[in-house]
């Protein structure tokens, strides 16, 4: 299996602080959750993955192509989808127009158009709801037609920022089902800030503090971090796991600087 | 959901199993007695290796019929994963079983789905007790009519809003003011304001602070230059015939600018607001350049209060009239439009804050 | 998706399929699902005794093919055809028991390198002999984990038994795999 993302350096800077600094990472097939403390750098990782931020230094692989180059950056924008931490829409739209306006920007062809969209509804679980108003939804409901548009495509490469926010706890579930189903065929890079989100739907984790990897592992290795005596049904270990991996590479960072 | 269907068989009880394999441990084509030593093979990873042997028809119809031992199923399983002519013969085996009638029904189905644009709500794939696609009562949105509600979509939020609202006004009070009122410098007017009006179409239309979905459209191939271009386009073909049309039916005075002189002035500071949004956005450019011109047109007439309407007819005529002046602004479209070529893949990012 | 395609190539060849399949050929469909779908019926008739939701499955992975072969990254057609059939059947399964609820936590893939070892094994026979030896329970979690690929938790809803029983009965097969083959032969297994 490819690797999909390939990141080597890369520093991002918003006005004078630094977002991210000089970060690697690969990411293949599945799906990873983004871990960190608010402000740690997750959204920015998210946007330059989603080409719409530029690096202040660095370099960045997405499906086995440069994103620097113009050429190469429309190729892989058709075959990613992005779900923004905060997003809008237009409020006249109803949900099908929406989705299919988003899949006209992503230049899938028109006759596959109408399929997708409604495809891609359905997965969100809003097929009840596909002409109606987008200025009508509940803030669930939009959250879910924005997951909605990023996945039109059947995105190879999936970006998703804090897509649980403003879902209740019986979409959540379903959404990480949806989740698992996407990562079987795509890449499909997480940002949260619920630990629970990951354990119950990434098989990777990269935890972001300050703008440096604090860790890296499966979500069975940051459980068994919090400690072998939590049960598989325990969420409680893997945020023990989450907390340790977070105090070590502090420790590791107090260490450096003495 | 178990595994012991179809394994009635004991070990060894396929003889024919490993016929064809070109090493085998003992030159036995059964499986070979429990073997305490290591495969003569290096164990390579599955995928990419050349397969040692493939499937006889024999074992394809055992596996087909459900009567092939487990452990035979799981060699045949692995290979046909990387095997087309394998896979081939072992689907041809299954069809000639009584799973066929079926296999060709599920073909039809899908083939049914593939081919027929969808005009279901519930589930792609979903089938009823006979095979066929479950469809639903609702239709579809014919596809006449999703193309024109997208070009309305490409065209974007001004053309929709308020801005189409306030271009139709201004050419509605210029000609009320005109045979309304008996305002004699009606077109001069129009023709001072028209050119800006684009411009600020451009900025309702077209970045972060106008389009709600500005982000979602920055992470797509058609989000940068294409919509910039698309929308501004759209802003052009409403606002051009619109105004001009107000302008033509409007008492134009002797010696007044015509009621196109506006064009390419117009066209200029469009190119001109695109070029310099490419630095530091379009609602900044769009409210920087239209300010230049409205001090360029009325600045002498505030600095002359009282004076009437004169001195902006002479200042318009300066700015619109003759040659000199609309080859200039041909010219300088010109430019703006090299510039903007140049400046084409900075659309390709997100618009600085 | 594919950026290259070499000179040459066989135009009925799975890739070029595939290719042709994402760029909406239904025709191209057809000669992939005559391919394929036959073998991977079978291959689910003896995974699911049920022939409705074997119907189901089957549908579904090649309408999912029809709508993502885009997605497919190069590596063999009949291995993702079947990564895609296998996790249908363990999401039909989990439709079927609603009481399921999600667990907390995704179990990371047995080690590959013991696969490997089990199904190079297999492709020479000498561990055929030694597998059809083990207890029918302990084999389909082999089966699931090792020849189709799955997670430890998507062999639970599969079978459905509990994901420590999965764990504990992969480690006991390859406990009997091991001793019944004598240490030189999988000294690695473990």
Known sequence: MTTSVTVRALTVRHRRTVALNTVDLDFRTGVHGLLGPNGAGKTSLIRVLATVAAPAAGRIELLGRDVGAHRERAAVRRALG?????????????????????????????????????????????????????????????????????????????????????????????????????????????????????????QEVTLIESGRIAYRGTTAELTALGGEHGRDSDGNAIERGYTTALRAHRASLAEAAR | MSATH???????????????????????????????????????????????????????ASYATGSAPETDAWSLEKHVESCGDCAARVSAAVRATTAGPELAAIRASILTAATTPRAVTGRLGELDARGGLRLSARGGVPHFAARASRLLWAAGPAVRGAWMVAVVLVGAAAVALAYGAGYGAAR???????????????????????????????????????????????????????????????????????????????????????????????????????????????????GRPGTGSLPLAADLVRLLSGAAAQGAWAAGAVVCAGLLVLRRRSFDLMEPR | ??????????????????????????????????????????????????????????????????????????????????????????????????????????????????????????????????????????????RATVVDGLTTRETARLLGIPEGTVKSRALRARRELRAALGPAALGGLA
């Open chain 1, 82 to 202: 992005y779900l923004p931490q905060e997003f809008g829409h237009y409020p006249g739209f109803t949900v099908r127009e929406f989705v299919s306006y988003v899949a006209w920007l992503k230049e899938m062809p028109a006759a596959r158009v109408p399929t997708a969209v409604e495809r891609a509804v359905e997965r969100v679980g809003l097929a009840d709801r596909i002409d109606t108003k987008m200025k009508t939804l509940s803030g669930g409901m939009v959250r879910r037609a924005g997951i909605a548009q990023a996945i039109v495509n059947e995105p190879e490469l999936l970006l998703l920022d804090e897509p649980t926010a403003g879902l209740d706890p019986e979409q959540r579930v379903e959404f990480r089902a949806l989740l698992r189903d996407l990562g079987a065929t795509s890449t499909v890079i997480v940002s949260t800030h619920l630990v629970e989100d990951v354990a119950a739907a990434c």
């Open chain 3, 1 to 142: 998706m594919r950026l290259l395609r070499p000179t040459g190539e066989d135009p009925d060849d799975d890739a070029a399929l595939l290719r042709a399949v994402a760029r909406g050929d239904a025709q191209a469909l057809a000669t992939l699902y005559d391919r394929h779908s036959g073998w991977l019926h079978a291959r689910l008739t003896r995974r699911c005794g049920d022939p409705e939701t074997v119907r189901e499955v089957l549908q579904d992975t090649f309408v999912t093919v029809w709508r993502s072969a885009g997605t497919h990254r190069g590596g063999e057609a009949g291995g993702w055809l079947w990564v895609i059939a296998a996790r249908r059947l363990v999401d039909a399964l989990r439709a079927a028991e609603r009481t399921d609820r999600m667990p907390a936590v995704a179990p990371a893939p047995p080690a590959p390198s013991a696969e490997d070892r089990v199904l190079a094994g297999l492709e020479y026979g000498d561990v055929g002999a030694a597998l059809d030896r083990i207890s029918p329970e302990l084999r389909e979690v082999l």
């Open chain 2, 188 to 302: 001069q007017a129009l023709l001072a304001v028209a050119p800006v009006l684009p411009l600020a179409g451009v900025a309702v239309s077209y970045g972060r602070h106008a389009d709600p979905m500005y982000e979602i459209g920055a992470s797509t191939p058609s989000g940068g230059l294409r919509l910039l271009l698309t929308r501004t386009a759209a802003v052009l073909a409403v606002s051009v015939p619109l105004l001009t049309a107000a302008g033509a039916v409007l008492p134009g005075g002797s010696g007044g600018p015509g009621a196109a002189a506006w064009l390419l002035p117009g066209l200029a500071l469009t190119l001109a607001t695109l070029a310099l949004g490419s630095f530091v956005g379009c609602r900044a450019a769009a409210g920087t350049l239209s300010t230049a011109w409205l001090l360029a047109v009325a600045g002498p007439v505030v």
């Open chain 2, 6 to 60: 179809g394994n009635p068989t004991p070990p060894h009880g396929n003889p024919t199993h490993r016929d064809g394999n070109p090493t085998p441990p003992h030159g036995n084509p059964t499986f070979p007695p429990l073997n305490p030593t290591p495969p003569p093979v290096n164990p390579t990873p599955r995928r990419g290796s050349p397969t040692p042997w493939h499937v006889t028809d024999a074992q394809a």
